[in-house]
């Protein structure tokens, strides 16, 4: 079974609004991350936030990580439709060598 | 330009025979990875690499095999031991530090279809 799952799978919302997609994970982990990628393309990686981190911000995103009920959100604000890709939250469990990835939220942003 | 890169972008093969994938980068990263993504799912791991010469099994390794003769190329070689191997395949690299990897650079990928 999955380690990370994101929630929702699909997410369509219109330019501007804000979008909101949940993961949660199985085990502990040292770190979780979040990637984005556009169709038929590689993973970009957007942001890594640490086991004893609470909250990140980088640009429009903001990641928040709750390791009591081991799940993260990821919060993309005034979303534009150059925002639509899949985004997959990652983790890095025991030992460290080894990057769970989630099946991921297909995001749609319509303009 | 630093970066990661694989080629072919697509690769036909018929049943029976053997591919090999190729992987390179210039980012001088230690650590160096092989997934496998299917339509709508996210990625599986098949192998990573710490180090040269040396590589560890990920999730699917059954019916691939992999090299790291060199610290920039980690070639994955898709045998006709694996059964179902139509899918997308990405290659990422990272830093290594204190023992855990953080951020990972990704290729572009190599659609692989088996006719």
């Known amino acids: ?61 903001r990641v928040t990580l709750d390791t009591s009920k081991k799940s993260s959100s990821l919060l993309i604000t005034a979303s534009r439709a150059a925002d639509t890709a899949s985004y997959f939250c990652a983790t890095d469990v025991g030992g460290g060598f080894k990057t769970i990835f989630g099946a991921g939220t297909r995001l749609f942003v319509k303009a | ?50 180090i040269v010469n040396d590589f560890q099994k990920g999730d699917i390794a059954e019916g691939y095999s992999v090299s790291r003769e060199k610290k920039e190329s980690f070639p994955l070689t898709v045998t ?17 530090a204190g023992g855990s990897h953080g951020e990972q650079f990704f290729g572009p990928g190599t659609r692989l279809t088996v006719l």
């Open chain 2, 80 to 96: 006709s031991a694996q059964k179902n191997p139509t899918a997308f395949y990405l290659c990422a690299s990272s830093i290594l």
């Open chain 1, 1 to 61: 079974s999955q380690q990370g799952e994101e929630d929702p799978q699909a997410l369509s919302i219109q330019e501007g609004e804000n979008a909101t997609m949940n993961c949660s994970y199985k085990t502990s982990i040292n770190n979780l991350q979040w990637y984005r990628q556009n169709s038929g393309r590689g993973l970009v990686h957007l942001i890594l936030i640490r086991s004893n981190e609470r909250e990140k911000h980088s640009g429009r995103l």
């Open chain 2, 1 to 50: 330009d630093g970066g990661i890169t694989q080629s072919p972008k697509y690769l036909f093969r018929k049943e029976g025979q053997n591919v090999t994938l190729s992987c390179e980068q210039n980012l001088n990263h230690d650590a160096m990875y092989w997934y496998r993504q299917d339509p709508g799912q996210g990625l599986r791991l098949i192998y990573y690499s710490q």
